[in-house]
């Protein structure tokens, strides 16, 4: 069992940035994807980035790309999230999530994780 436990969040302008945190615990979570998703009201939840257990292979979804960044600390059992220039639209409620990690890479359906993160809100103001 995983337990995933986000930190930041808030509500700030356009063009600010935030970093979202993700502290891992219970079973290793080296060997773990991890993933960000979002949720804005009345949308499915969406991808946002997305991290193979080494860290060495990411992905994003296309509105995001060179202004978000997604990183991992293994010794310390963490995922972050980097916004930078953030827009209105990227106002939701943000989750992080893991599971298993086979092959090496990473996954982009929210479908593929097992554990979620408790979720926290991210508002950008115009």
């Known amino acids: 069992q995983v337990q995933l436990v986000q930190s930041g969040g808030g509500l700030v302008q356009a063009g600010d940035s935030l970093r979202l945190s993700c502290a891992t615990s219970g079973r290793t979570s080296i060997t773990y994807a991890m993933g960000w998703f979002r949720q804005a009201p009345g949308k499915e939840r969406e991808f946002v980035a997305a991290i193979n257990w080494s860290g060495g292979d990411t992905g994003y979804v296309d509105s995001v790309k060179g202004r978000f960044t997604i990183s991992r600390d293994n010794p310390k059992n963490a995922v972050y999230l980097q916004m930078n220039s953030l827009k209105p639209e990227d106002t939701a409620v943000y989750y992080c999530?893991?599971?298993?990690?086979?092959?090496?890479?990473?996954?982009?359906?929210?479908?593929?994780?097992?554990?979620w993160g408790q979720g926290t809100q991210v508002t950008v103001s115009s």
């Open positions: 999530a893991a599971r298993q990690n086979y092959g090496g890479g990473y996954y982009r359906r929210p479908s593929d994780y097992v554990y």
